[in-house]
């Protein structure tokens, strides 16, 4: 029966073809592929529609029109259907689907680098000559999710040091713009390498928000960190000491010497300010770091009494490192190593301006930095792991 039809077929095509000639070789194309996912979709089910086989793995379900492009122009096809406890798409058109599931994907880049779905679909019709609607983005859209959402919840193992940071973006919240955080947290691995560890928006950088950060890193594998680097961000300290208790904390001194500035009476006094803080930041150790800031602090005890306080307050939370191995000193002082990371989210951010949800934003962050995390897991090693463990003084 199967051989009777192939013959019909095959029949049908060479009539086609010797009464029109090439003009009608897509009609023909059509024809075969038609026959040849129909007679594929029989090998999977192991059995011919409406015939009885007791090896049947499920039942034919008609036809689905469908239109690709070739090279040959537009082709309207049936694909074959079916039902039961079996899964079939024509090997025939695989080439097509994995072509049509990156242009979802490219599509859903453009939503991500803040391209609207009107603008997407203007794109898309002068680059390909192809009509988008609002619902293939958003398919794409979801398609994209599932894939953040994947990277986002990936598991964790142990991360000796690990750099956090925070930035507000601009988002619509109950009818009016609101600024929401975004936390950040960055690890070096056991093996010296970078990677994303973490992201996570919210509404403020309020203790819970940085809590609930800290439990997900955690209840995902996150172990080992014997150092956390980080700016003094509002809420993180007691969620740290609470979820990351015990681990040693270092300030970072980048943004120490910028607080600084702030206490200077006079403008003119900020650039001594910067250079005092520099040579105390680059003292070969600990005791000489405090020799030096207990100089500076009498130094400018009355010229700058509110700079004076400050100063004995905040800096010695910068001198952590000096407990950890000389050759990591440099890059574990600041958490500098997250300005990479701020680029580029402004770059990506300033095209959307405002977000409309937090899902949005989310979006956005996690595919940016998905995108740094896996370029940065197949640099060069960023540490030298020999040794990690806080020296003793």
Same mark, same amino acid.
């Given at each position: 029966?199967?051989?009777?039809?192939?013959?019909?077929?095959?029949?049908?095509?060479?009539?086609?073809?010797?009464?029109?000639?090439?003009?009608?070789?897509?009609?023909?194309?059509?024809?075969?592929?038609?026959?040849?996912?129909?007679?594929?979709?029989?090998?999977?089910?192991?059995?011919?529609?409406? !015939?009885?086989?007791?090896?049947?793995?499920?039942?034919?379900?008609?036809?689905?029109?469908?239109?690709?492009?070739?090279?040959?122009?537009?082709?309207?096809?049936?694909?074959? !259907?079916?039902?039961?406890?079996?899964?079939?798409?024509?090997?025939?058109?695989?080439?097509?689907?994995?072509?049509?599931?990156?242009?979802?994907?490219?599509?859903?880049?453009?939503?991500?680098?803040?391209?609207?779905?009107?603008?997407?679909?203007?794109?898309?019709?002068?680059?390909?000559?192809?009509?988008?609607?609002?619902?293939?983005?958003?398919?794409?859209?979801?398609?994209?999710?599932?894939?953040?959402?994947?990277?986002?919840?990936?598991?964790?193992?142990?991360?000796?040091?690990?750099?956090?940071?925070?930035?507000?973006?601009?988002?619509?919240?109950?009818?009016?713009?609101?600024?929401?955080?975004?936390?950040?947290?960055?690890?070096?691995?056991?093996?010296?390498?970078?990677?994303?560890?973490?992201?996570?928006?919210?509404?403020?950088?309020?203790?819970?928000?940085?809590?609930?950060?800290?439990?997900?890193?955690?209840?995902?594998?996150?172990?080992?960190?014997?150092?956390?680097?980080?700016?003094?961000?509002?809420?993180?300290?007691?969620?740290?000491?609470?979820?990351?208790?015990?681990?040693?904390?270092?300030?970072?001194?980048?943004?120490? !010497?910028?607080?600084?500035?702030?206490?200077?009476?006079?403008?003119?006094?900020?650039?001594?300010?910067?250079?005092?803080?520099?040579?105390?930041?680059?003292?070969?150790?600990?005791?000489?770091?405090?020799?030096?800031?207990?100089?500076?602090?009498?130094?400018?005890?009355?010229?700058?009494?509110?700079?004076?306080?400050?100063?004995?307050?905040?800096?010695?939370?910068?001198?952590?490192?000096?407990?950890?191995?000389?050759?990591?000193?440099?890059?574990?002082?600041?958490?500098?190593?997250?300005?990479?990371?701020?680029?580029?989210?402004?770059?990506?951010?300033?095209?959307?301006?405002?977000?409309?949800?937090?899902?949005?934003?989310?979006?956005?962050?996690?595919?940016?930095?998905?995108?740094?995390?896996?370029?940065?897991?197949?640099?060069?090693?960023?540490?030298?792991?020999?040794?990690?463990?806080?020296?003793?003084?």
């Amino acid at each position: 029966m199967a051989h009777q039809a192939d013959s019909n077929v095959v029949e049908t095509v060479i009539q086609l073809l010797c009464e029109n000639g090439l003009s009608h070789m897509a009609e023909a194309m059509r024809i075969m592929l038609n026959e040849s996912m129909r007679i594929e979709r029989s090998r999977v089910l192991e059995a011919e529609p409406y !015939q009885r086989s007791e090896s049947r793995k499920g039942y034919a379900n008609g036809f689905k029109p469908k239109t690709i492009n070739t090279r040959m122009g537009a082709l309207t096809v049936q694909i074959p !259907q079916v039902r039961g406890d079996v899964e079939f798409y024509p090997s025939a058109l695989e080439r097509g689907v994995r072509s049509e599931r990156a242009l979802k994907l490219a599509i859903a880049e453009m939503y991500v680098q803040g391209v609207s779905t009107r603008k997407v679909t203007e794109v898309m019709h002068e680059l390909c000559g192809l009509d988008v609607s609002s619902t293939q983005v958003s398919r794409a859209t979801k398609l994209l999710d599932e894939e953040l959402e994947a990277w986002r919840n990936r598991p964790l193992g142990e991360v000796p040091y690990l750099f956090l940071d925070a930035r507000y973006e601009k988002m619509r919240h109950g009818g009016s713009v609101v600024s929401c955080a975004v936390l950040i947290a960055v690890g070096v691995d056991e093996s010296g390498r970078r990677t994303i560890l973490g992201v996570s928006v919210s509404l403020s950088e309020a203790e819970v928000h940085w809590r609930d950060f800290f439990d997900r890193l955690r209840s995902r594998g996150l172990h080992g960190v014997r150092l956390i680097v980080s700016d003094d961000h509002a809420g993180m300290r007691a969620a740290r000491e609470a979820r990351l208790p015990g681990v040693p904390w270092q300030r970072c001194q980048f943004h120490l !010497q910028q607080n600084a500035g702030h206490y200077a009476p006079r403008n003119e006094m900020r650039k001594d300010v910067a250079a005092d803080l520099r040579a105390i930041f680059e003292s070969p150790d600990r005791s000489e770091a405090e020799r030096r800031l207990q100089f500076t602090i009498e130094k400018y005890q009355t010229a700058a009494p509110k700079l004076s306080q400050w100063m004995e307050a905040n800096v010695p939370e910068s001198f952590t490192v000096f407990t950890f191995p000389t050759s990591h000193r440099r890059r574990l002082r600041t958490s500098n190593l997250m300005e990479r990371i701020n680029k580029e989210l402004k770059r990506r951010t300033r095209v959307a301006t405002l977000f409309p949800n937090d899902a949005a934003l989310l979006r956005l962050v996690s595919a940016v930095l998905m995108e740094i995390s896996e370029e940065w897991e197949t640099d060069k090693i960023y540490l030298t792991m020999e040794n990690t463990n806080p020296l003793s003084q």
